[in-house]
């Protein structure tokens, strides 16, 4: 049994036992899947560990920067009270269509509003508006511009918030310092501003699983 068939059954195993799809999960993968959008979405068990990252925050506001389809966005709303509030910057007007579709079949589109445009243009409109400060910022989207995120996450969010960067480890060229590649050249930037920033004690972690060789890094926001 090769390497990758080998995390996908423990994926699988882990997924049946701890993170089981519903109704909606499943219709918003398949239509992720009838549009075209891209197979980048986390996983179950990613969407899961995201989902309790914000119930042991005990998050009632949270910024998702990366839509896609709004697969990710179901997981993290589904851990908000009631009256919580999540909102996703999405560059593709396209997906926003399909995630807000997702969004709403799964009866959460009273909690969650999907912005569209460049989140380098989102973010500072976001900021005039002078927003309750996020709990939870959850960056999945160009990494090229990672750093920026983690810059504006930290200008709207509060002590003790969290800041999650997904997809960090680029298939092991993040350690190649001498590279050009943008997405890399992007996830260095926001690794080295987590390790140098003195209000951001943060870590990265790398994964395996049905989305292959990847990681994601974790902050957590100081005084």
């Known amino acids: 049994m090769s390497d ?6 423990v994926d ?14 499943r219709a918003a993968l ?15 068990a990613q969407g899961k560990f995201l989902h ?9 506001n949270i910024l998702e920067i990366g839509t896609l389809g709004g697969y990710s966005t179901i997981w993290l709303a589904r851990a908000l009270p009631e009256d919580g509030r999540l ?10 269509e399909v995630a807000t579709r997702n969004i709403a079949r799964a009866g959460l589109d009273r909690i969650v509003e999907v ?27 160009d990494k090229v511009n990672n750093p920026h995120y983690v810059e504006w996450a930290l200008r709207l969010t509060r002590t003790g918030s969290l800041i999650v960067v997904d997809n960090v480890v680029r298939g092991g060229r993040v350690v190649d310092a001498s590279s050009a590649e943008p997405d890399v050249v992007g996830t260095r930037a926001a690794i080295e501003l987590i390790a140098t920033h003195p209000r951001l004690s943060g870590t990265a972690i790398q994964t395996v699983g049905s989305k292959g060789y990847d990681g994601f890094a974790l902050a957590r926001v100081l005084a």
């Open 4 to 9: 990758s068939q080998l995390w996908d059954d």
């Open 115 to 141: 912005r569209v445009g460049p989140a380098l243009e989102s973010l500072p409109k976001l900021a005039d508006e002078n927003p309750a400060p996020f709990d939870l910022v959850f960056i999945d989207a």
């Open 87 to 96: 909102i996703s910057l999405e560059y593709n007007a396209r997906h926003a």
């Open 12 to 25: 699988d195993y882990f997924t049946s036992q701890l993170a089981p799809d519903d109704d909606s999960l």
């Open 30 to 44: 398949r239509e992720n899947d009838a549009a075209g959008l891209p197979h980048i979405a986390v996983t179950a």
């Open 52 to 60: 309790l990252l914000a119930q042991v925050q005990g998050a009632r």
